[in-house]
């Protein structure tokens, strides 16, 4: 595995996404993608808390790696109260670890906040 500089964008705002290293790789449409979600339980929940939570998670659990296909991103969606993203992992996503990486983000997050849903 090659080892790239830590490149993490800031959630501001007007993007409310991160974005981390990829290689250069030609895309097609054959592959695989992963879709998630985090819905509130309450509408009190503070979406902005668990973003900001999951990007510094995700930050510290994958500095210098780099993604096979699509980077993992995360959005707070301004027209209903959820954080949302997808990840193209290509058509060898079977030995891609990218999604085993989100998926315990989306564990950790799930653990530490007992007041969302996600999917």
């Known amino acids: ?15 409310m996404s991160t974005s981390f290293p990829i290689l250069p790789i030609p895309r097609n449409e054959d592959g695989n993608s992963l879709q998630y979600a985090v819905y509130p339980i309450y ?5 902005q808390n668990i973003l900001d939570y999951a990007l510094d998670l995700m930050s510290t659990w994958t ?7 699509d ?19 290509g058509e060898d996503s079977g030995i891609c670890p990218d999604e085993w990486i989100v998926v315990g983000v989306f564990w950790q ?6 007041d969302i849903v996600v999917t």
């Open 1 to 15: 595995m090659k080892i790239a500089s830590r490149v993490i964008g800031v959630a501001t705002p007007s993007n």
């Open 43 to 47: 509408p009190d929940v503070n979406l």
């Open 63 to 69: 500095d210098n790696y780099i993604w096979n296909l």
């Open 71 to 89: 980077p993992f991103t995360l959005f707070l969606d301004s027209s209903s109260p959820k954080l949302h993203g997808s990840m193209d992992l």
């Open 109 to 114: 997050i799930s653990t530490r906040f007992n």
